[in-house]
């Protein structure tokens, strides 16, 4: 396996933390080290968060102190919810970061996000984005600018993109095709078996740190409003359509 830093990026509410609790797994499990130890071990507290080591944004002043500790260390995942920048793709075409990207019907996430908001309501520990929604049409609102993002990392011919649909519902096949992407050196076999757990509804209430709720596909239909479908169709249509949830 050659080194490598692994950017696991997603749009919000999309299997984020699923994909990147996965990915996490498989890096270890081919001999790579946890992100969480990188954060410690070289006082990047400043740029990567604690929980999941997100780092934010791809601006350099980040980049380049997350990536050194490829010098010296195997290969780690870093957690991204932003959208591509210049010396991150000059980094990703030399092949020094590899990029996945995970998405979903922006109506889903929308809806995801307004009930974390909800959520947040009777849990005062609950402190980031998410936490300030508090209606449909502000989750629609927070959804709206990762649809352009997801078109920047969607185009880019250097990144493993995953719909969060076909992760759902061919779990095996997306799992292996990654894994060739990433050249981890797994075999089909042992990559599938370390991640068994993470399967779509093996325990997913249980799971820590995958932000992973009800995960069904097309709640939407059954929540929103014609008024929230509209604004929804004005704001997404052209996505919907690209991608073919339409």
Not at 166 to 195: C, H, K
């Amino acid at each position: 396996m050659n080194k490598k830093m692994i950017l696991s990026v997603g749009m919000p509410r999309a299997g984020t933390g699923w994909i990147h609790n996965i990915t996490q797994i498989l890096v270890i499990g081919s001999g790579g080290i946890q992100a969480r130890e990188i954060r410690k071990k070289y006082h990047l507290g400043k740029f990567l968060t604690e929980v999941n080591c997100n780092i934010g944004t791809l601006n350099s002043y980040r980049i380049i102190p997350v990536l050194a500790p490829l010098i010296l260390e195997p290969t780690y995942v870093i957690k991204l919810h932003a959208g591509r920048k210049p010396l991150a793709d000059i980094l990703i075409s030399m092949g020094l970061i590899k990029p996945t990207f995970i998405y979903r019907d922006p109506r889903d996430a929308a809806l995801s996000v307004y009930e974390y908001g909800q959520s947040a309501k009777d849990n005062p520990n609950m402190t980031n984005d998410f936490a300030k929604i508090r209606s449909v049409e502000e989750a629609i609102d927070y959804i709206t600018p990762y649809t352009e993002i997801a078109r920047e990392w969607i185009s880019s011919k250097h990144t493993f993109v995953i719909k969060y649909e076909d992760l759902y519902s061919g779990f095996d096949e997306i799992i292996q095709e990654m894994v060739n992407f990433l050249d981890l050196g797994l075999q089909p076999n042992q990559a599938l078996e370390l991640v068994d757990k993470l399967r779509p509804g093996v325990h997913a209430a249980k799971r820590r740190f995958t932000h992973f709720k009800k995960g069904k596909i097309g709640r939407h239909q059954e929540q929103f409003s014609p008024a929230q479908m509209k604004m929804c169709l004005d704001r997404f249509g052209d996505f919907l359509k690209e991608q073919g949830y339409m």
